[in-house]
């Protein structure tokens, strides 16, 4: 009994160790997928879909403030311009309450070096949306008059407006200036949200200013219209039904309009920058990317400016006769729009040969294509095609028109030449741009190095493969110092601890061997770098006519008896405010070119 007893209790024991081990083990496993579950939930779950989520979130913004402006647009009772000014009001607050944090967040992790992405923007791009900036905050200061001199009789929205604007360009400026390169590795998928409700409120912002200089242009073309004898068209009335209390008030509301294309593209212009910023949230930034780019020589550059001066001359001179002609009699309105044509035209063969010329000398250069990931140069790109949709559209349905329009006035056929110019003028500048934005850079330092053989530098494998002295003299020892402090910033600029040590430029290593080493660039480069400086001018020229008010598509009658009024300033209204941001951006990265040239 007792031996039985014994037996059957060491069974139980074994058993019961197996049974707990048994379950232990599960439990282990249990604890295991439950933890995985956990961090796929809380980890791998928001890192994959945080990009789709949150751009979800920015594009329904976005769709809710179209559909109050396409209300307002039908001037109905129950949608008013405050109910969207509130709105936008609301997105703004939002963006400063997000701005703040981000820096307070920011300012409390000082012991930490944070990332940066030195290919997300310049200096000289932040310095022109300041400026940009400056004459949003004009535009503002004329709201605030124009509120305080009708008071009486408009909402107090249109006064809040314009003060939480001001004060939403002041924070976004200083924002731009100081953190818009960081690459964001701290509460990825809250950062996310917030940078992309920065994006789309600020294409918001762009998307109003479109609207209401859209609506007053139309408004200015139907009382044209009406003066020649044209069938009377609806004119809404802008100003509020009552008297303005102060002098001013004419002069606020029309210097708004001059003002708007200035605001509208510091808008635009931001959103993308943002836009790059948002990209940049959780990746892994290269050294070798990441590397500071050398300065830019200047030498030879006389045809180029000359050409981009001239041709923005005589667009001043196009934009001031055509304002003044296409107001009086139907034949100097006419010989305005012929003088337009003939103008654009003369621009356009030049500015397609010079970006012809560039693409030629691309192509006879074997230099290798740049296929790192860049995601403000792949938003170039995309950008450069996208916004040249509404132009080729509005010269496709000019060339239709004039094709299939029965009446013939004097400009029919210099109409049909420059929509197609246009056309082909901005195939051939996106392939130029394209092209240079993604070809290796051929830094000056290392084509005199390769011309002028090795030469030693310090911490270098080459400079113990270098020949004897012979003459050299090595001047990083005369001051030791320099060189760290040349260090150093050098691993500010690139954001990190460490660096690299950059090869040194042969103005301090004088070369008594073989022949002396030319300063200049090629001739090569040269031609590169003035084509770049004439379209850059010539980008800018065709900006300033639509922007300023010079838009013979409206006026020339040919699309209009093709299409109809509604329909041809539907595609007007979408067309223009496209082709100004084509012109605009198209600036700013033949700069980059001249740049990378």
Not at 88 to 100: A, E
Not at 183 to 197: D, L, M, N, Q, S
Not at 540 to 554: D, E, H, K, T, V
């Amino acid at each position: 009994m007792v031996e039985h007893g014994g037996l059957d209790l060491m069974c139980l024991n074994k058993s019961y160790s197996h049974s707990s081990t048994t379950s232990s083990s599960s439990s282990e496993r249990e604890k295991r997928i439950f933890t995985k579950l956990k961090v796929s939930l809380t980890e791998d779950y928001p890192q994959k879909n945080a990009e789709i989520l949150s751009g979800q979130y920015g594009t329904n913004l976005l769709l809710i403030g179209v559909s109050l402006m396409l209300a307002i647009a039908h001037h109905g009772a129950s949608v008013k311009e405050e109910h969207l000014l509130s709105f936008i009001t609301t997105l703004m607050i939002l963006q400063l309450i997000w701005m703040i944090w981000y820096i307070v967040s920011r300012d409390r992790q000082s012991n930490l070096l944070p990332e940066k992405d030195v290919h997300a923007t310049t200096c000289w791009i932040r310095g022109g949306l300041t400026l940009l900036a400056l004459l949003s905050l004009i535009m503002d200061a004329f709201r605030i008059g124009y509120f305080v001199g009708y008071r009486s009789c408009v909402s107090a929205v249109l006064g809040v407006y314009p003060i939480i604007h001001a004060t939403h360009t002041i924070a976004q400026v200083h924002f731009l200036w100081f953190h818009i390169k960081d690459v964001i590795k701290t509460f990825e998928t809250f950062e996310r949200f917030g940078v992309i409700h920065a994006v789309f409120t600020n294409l918001l912002l762009w998307c109003n200013g479109v609207m209401s200089e859209a609506e007053h242009f139309l408004n200015n073309h139907k009382r044209r219209l009406s003066s020649l004898g044209y069938v009377n068209l609806t004119i809404v009335d802008m100003e509020p039904h009552c008297n303005c209390t102060t002098s001013a008030c004419s002069m606020f509301s029309n210097s708004l309009y001059y003002l708007y294309p200035f605001n509208i593209e510091y808008h635009i212009f931001v959103s993308a920058m943002l836009f790059v910023m948002w990209k940049n949230i959780g990746r892994s930034i290269d050294l070798q990317y990441n590397r500071k780019r050398p300065a830019t020589r200047t030498q030879g550059l006389v045809v180029g400016p000359i050409l981009g001066l001239v041709a923005l001359a005589s667009t001043i001179g196009v934009l001031v006769v055509y304002i003044i002609h296409v107001e009086e009699s139907m034949d100097t309105r006419e010989s305005a729009i012929a003088m337009f044509y003939c103008y654009g035209i003369v621009m356009l063969v030049f500015m397609c040969s010079a970006g012809a010329t560039g693409l030629l000398i691309y192509r006879a250069d074997p230099m290798p294509m740049d296929t790192t990931k860049n995601p403000s140069r792949t938003l170039d790109t995309e950008i450069l095609f996208g916004s040249s949709v509404g132009s080729w559209l509005m010269s496709w349905c000019s060339v239709v028109a004039v094709t299939a329009s029965s009446s013939s006035p004097s400009y029919r056929w210099t109409n049909l030449m420059y929509s197609l110019l246009i056309v082909l003028e901005k195939y051939i500048q996106n392939l130029f741009i394209i092209e240079s934005l993604y070809r290796q850079r051929e830094d000056g330092e290392r084509v005199d190095a390769e011309a002028a053989g090795p030469v030693p530098e310090i911490f270098s494998v080459t400079s113990s493969l270098a020949p004897p002295y012979n003459g050299i003299i090595n001047r990083a020892y005369e001051n030791p110092d320099k060189g760290c402090v040349t260090l150093e910033n050098e691993q500010v600029e690139n954001g990190q601890v460490y660096g690299t040590f950059s090869p040194r430029k042969h103005s301090a290593v004088p070369l008594h061997v073989g022949n002396n080493v030319a300063e200049t660039p090629s001739k090569k480069r040269q031609i590169l770098k003035n084509i770049a400086v004439f379209l850059f001018m010539c980008n800018i020229s065709l900006w300033i006519l639509p922007a300023f008010g010079c838009r013979p598509q409206y006026d020339n009658g040919l699309e209009q008896e093709t299409f109809g009024f509604t329909i041809w300033t539907t595609v007007l209204n979408f067309a223009v405010p496209m082709n100004l941001f084509y012109r605009m951006h198209s600036v700013a990265s033949l700069f980059e070119v001249f740049r990378r040239v």
